[in-house]
């Protein structure tokens, strides 16, 4: 069945990954821009979890009864990427918070029209 | 089947999350899109990245998110279409389909990424380091300066939070 996956997968995640992007750009909200980051991170990940599937491969524990494993590597890279991530996300939800405290808003056009109101 | 039908299920959580206005809804929607992520990584042989997307994405930065919005505010004001950024998205994403023409077929072990160094641990690294689990071996021995730096990372991170939300009273207003 997979042989007929082709490149469909990359695909998919390349939409999930646009879909994260369009919430960053587009949206005013500073706590759904922070999950439209996620969105985006996750897609990422996914992206180097399918290029490391080997196909009829398992999971990569060793064992004498198992021929072909999938490539472990991408797994390691992105267990570091998740915890980064979590770290990344952390940090932006507290200076979101803060921003909340000295403004009063998270939106982003209010933000800049109390910062005009503030230089005038 | 499941790969289909996980994808799918992906691509509309995360277009009703774009549609959301409802921050509370969204958050929720988005620990939905790190456990199905989670499913889907199990599927893709990746088991210990599902183990830690399902208890750090799904679980810890749900709960986060959702005591920013405690603090802060449940709706968002403004939520409406904006064209120039769609059409970024749809250049971009045209880009990056047009990328992976080149890429081998999903799954094909003749891949250059399952030829250089992968092969090295799966094939000795029981014998160096003693450890079935690849990725384990990998992560703590082979590339144990990494973990050490991802732990720096962390707290840098936490002290930053830390710093941030440590205000005093007479800050208010500056």
């Keep these: 069945m997979s042989e007929q996956f082709g490149l469909f997968n990359y695909w998919v995640v390349i939409t999930l990954m646009m879909t994260g992007f369009y919430i960053v750009i587009a949206r005013q909200n500073l706590v759904k821009k922070l999950i439209g980051l996620n969105i985006f991170q996750t897609s990422v990940f996914l992206l180097f979890i399918t290029m490391g599937k080997v196909r009829?491969?398992?999971?990569?524990?060793?064992d004498k009864t198992i021929e072909i494993y999938s490539n472990p590597l991408p797994h390691v890279l992105i267990l570091t990427?998740?915890?980064?991530?979590?770290a990344t996300t952390?940090?932006?939800l507290a200076i979101v918070v803060r921003i909340d405290h000295v403004y009063e808003t998270i939106e982003e056009e209010e933000i800049h029209d109390i910062e005009r109101g503030i230089k005038r | 089947?499941?790969?289909?039908?996980?994808?799918?299920?992906?691509a509309f959580t995360a277009i009703a999350i774009s549609r959301l206005r409802n921050l509370f809804a969204a958050v929720m929607l988005a620990g939905l899109y790190s456990l199905l992520s989670a499913c889907w990584m199990t599927a893709l042989d990746a088991v210990d990245v599902a183990f830690t997307e399902a208890a750090v994405g799904a679980g810890v930065s749900t709960v986060l998110m959702l005591i920013t919005l405690a603090v802060t505010a449940r709706r968002e004001k403004v939520a409406k279409f904006s064209l120039p950024a769609?059409?970024?998205v749809l250049v971009t994403g045209g880009f990056l389909i047009y990328g992976t023409l080149d890429m081998p077929d999903w799954g094909d072990p003749e891949a250059p990424v399952h030829q250089h160094v992968a092969p090295r641990y799966l094939n000795d690294s029981y014998a160096e380091i003693g450890v079935p689990n690849v990725v384990t071996s990998v992560l703590a021995s082979y590339r144990g300066y990494d973990?050490?730096?991802?732990?720096?990372?962390?707290f840098t991170a936490g002290l930053g939070v830390m710093?941030?939300?440590r205000w005093?009273?007479?800050e208010k207003g500056s």
């Design chain 1, 56 to 62: 009829g491969g398992t999971a990569p524990i060793l």
């Design chain 1, 81 to 86: 990427a998740i915890v980064v991530g979590l």
């Design chain 1, 90 to 92: 952390a940090l932006g």
């Design chain 2, 1 to 10: 089947m499941i790969d289909i039908a996980v994808l799918l299920m992906l």
């Design chain 2, 86 to 88: 769609f059409f970024v």
């Design chain 2, 147 to 154: 973990t050490l730096g991802e732990t720096v990372v962390i």
């Design chain 2, 163 to 165: 710093l941030l939300l």
């Design chain 2, 168 to 170: 005093r009273k007479e």
